[in-house]
């Protein structure tokens, strides 16, 4: 099985790959492949190779451009440390919410070069794609704890949305009504989706 050598886009289309829909928000970015991701290819079409990977099951067709694709071999999936880990969330603060996103640098060659981070692409980047990429995955991963046990980066996850325990006192997230990558008090982040009557979990991710 080929392995991405470097960072890719994946669709979800092959058509209109750069249209807003009535939220500002680019709906045709499936995710970003990062290098060592593993895929087989299913056909060609137009300038897209059709592909599938076990490391995100689709029941929709996935796309990349084949001008993009470079492989090379496996890399062995290790998360970076926690303090590193942190710096990374810290030092994306400011990057603007992209649907799809998990790249923050993005793709300049490209008509609109995603350069941003959905609310899960913040932490699948930041981890090396050591975590799973969408909230429902996360909502079942790793080990369910409770808030007193809270540590730093800890999840608070719903269908939907995910929210990354900073510190012991942060909570950092990428939302697109906010703007992308924000830092809030963890207590009264919270303390607000409990308002909101979320139905969420606290899981600690193994990673």
Known sequence: MPF???PIPIFNTTKKLYEADDKGLIRSLEMVALPGFPFKELGHEGPFTKITSDLYPSK?????L???????????????STTK???RLFSLVG??????????????????????VDCTGLLYEVTEGATPRNS???FS???IVKEPD???LDIIVWPGHIVIALDETRAIESHHERGGVIVRDLKERLNEIKEEKRDFRLRRLLF
């Open 4 to 6: 991405f050598q470097k």
């Open 60 to 64: 929709e067709p996935l796309y990349v």
């Open 66 to 80: 084949k001008s993009m694709v470079v492989t090379g071999r496996p890399r062995r999936k290790r998360s970076p």
């Open 85 to 87: 880990i942190q710096e």
């Open 95 to 116: 990057t603007p919410y992209v649907w799809g996103g998990n790249y923050h640098k993005g793709f300049p060659d490209l008509d609109n070069p995603f350069a941003g």
């Open 136 to 138: 429902t995955w996360l």
């Open 141 to 143: 991963s790793g080990q």
């Open 150 to 152: 809270l540590r730093p």
